[in-house]
């Protein structure tokens, strides 16, 4: 094989064996990661520039009943799951040429970690 061919080979396999960087927040030397508490976050990041309180309806179908009448048919319900999850959405601005990095959370964890526009 030809020493040309060689090397886009190398390089490709190596691309391949590197895992996608996970989405974190860099706080001081340290990381903000999807598991960390709310306080393991203010411990590592500081108090967020803005913070957020939602509810997150989970992604469910409307569920359907269907139960068989006196009069020989069917009466066919549809429940609407209402259910709500508290969440809430804290916003880091990192600094100057860093992304806006938006940390949401679930059940008092880090569900998820999202980044806005570049900060000028």
């Given at each position: ?18 895992p ?7 706080c ?31 992604d469910a ?5 269907v ?8 009466k ?13 959405e ?14 949401l ?9 999202r ?6």
């Amino acid at each position: 094989m030809k020493r040309t061919l060689l090397i886009p080979a190398a390089l490709l396999a190596l691309s391949c064996a590197v895992p996608a960087q996970a989405q974190t927040l860099n706080c001081n030397r340290d990381f903000a990661q999807r598991g960390n508490s709310k306080f393991a976050i203010l411990q590592k990041c500081g108090e967020p520039v803005f913070k957020d309180n939602f509810c997150a309806r989970p992604d469910a179908n409307p569920e359907v009943i269907v139960t068989p009448e006196a009069s020989g048919g069917n009466k066919t319900v549809i429940v609407n799951n209402s259910r709500c999850d508290q969440a809430e959405e804290w916003t880091y601005r990192p600094g100057s040429g860093q992304f806006e990095t938006m940390l949401l959370f679930q059940n008092g964890a880090l569900k998820s970690i999202r980044y806005g526009s570049r900060i000028p």
